[in-house]
T-cell receptor, first 109, second 118 residues
Framework: LAKTTQPISMDSYEGQEVNITCSHNNIATNDYITWYQQFPSQGPRFIIQGYKTKVTNEVASLFIPADRKSSTLSLPRVSLSDTAVYYCLVGDNTDKLIFGTGTRLQVFP | GAVVSQHPSWVICKSGTSVKIECRSLDFQATTMFWYRQFPKQSLMLMATSNEGSKATYEQGVEKDKFLINHASLTLSTLTVTSAHPEDSSFYIC??????????????FGPGTRLLVL
């Protein structure tokens, strides 16, 4: 299982773009990269998933370089409600995911 | 789509009693479900992997006789905390795996169950 490394915390202000980078040096060929958001006392919420290059949905973008040893979650124009813990996970279709420490994002007004 | 529910959302019980937590995938069938535990200010810890119709696979250090898992159908898995003690107080979260394309699978998580053992 690939191990991921993320910054423990980040601060931002409302309206700014936030980029959270995750390192996964030992990612395997079949592994996908998935990001989750978690608010206190709630289950993690799926944000975005990708395999390579760039993926974009209505809430975020995911940038994955060619070597796939890292990935960057980009949140455009954050608001106070984006204050949460963000987890980067990698895994293949054997399903088992191991959560790291995550990144605690604090958005200030 | 891809909604996972848990019941109950919170439970308070006396030490020595057993507590059952249900996890349901509401709009999809999940061959695999997972149970996690999360202590305050910590990350999620995988407890076990559950496949429909077969015995659950427990992570190292998780007592299978303490945390009974039953995966009766493709939409329902249950976790029973037997003879609960105060140290079992935690936030229990389940997830269900959905195949989203080819070999790609995504885990969708339930809202969690807060257990307090007095």
């Amino acid at each position: 299982l690939a191990k991921t490394t993320q910054p423990i915390s980040m601060d931002s202000y409302e309206g700014q773009e936030v980029n959270i980078t995750c390192s996964h040096n030992n990612i395997a060929t079949n592994d996908y990269i998935t990001w989750y958001q978690q608010f206190p006392s709630q289950g993690p919420r799926f944000i975005i998933q990708g395999y390579k290059t760039k993926v974009t949905n209505e809430v975020a973008s995911l940038f994955i370089p060619a070597d796939r040893k890292s990935s960057t979650l980009s949140l455009p124009r954050v608001s106070l409600s984006d204050t949460a813990v963000y987890y980067c996970l990698v895994g293949d279709n054997t399903d088992k995911l191991i959560f790291g420490t995550g990144t605690r994002l604090q958005v200030f007004p | 789509g891809a909604v996972v529910s848990q019941h109950p959302s919170w439970v308070i019980c006396k030490s020595g009693t057993s507590v059952k937590i249900e996890c349901r995938s509401l709009d999809f069938q999940a061959t695999t479900m997972f149970w996690y535990r999360q202590f305050p200010k910590q990350s999620l810890m995988l407890m076990a992997t559950s496949n429909e119709g077969s015995k659950a696979t427990y992570e190292q250090g998780v007592e299978k006789d303490k945390f009974l898992i039953n995966h009766a159908s493709l939409t329902l898995s249950t976790l029973t905390v037997t003879s609960a003690h105060p140290e079992d107080s935690s936030f229990y979260i389940c997830s269900a795996s959905l195949r989203t394309g080819g070999i790609q699978e995504t885990q969708y998580f339930g809202p969690g169950t807060r257990l307090l053992v007095l």
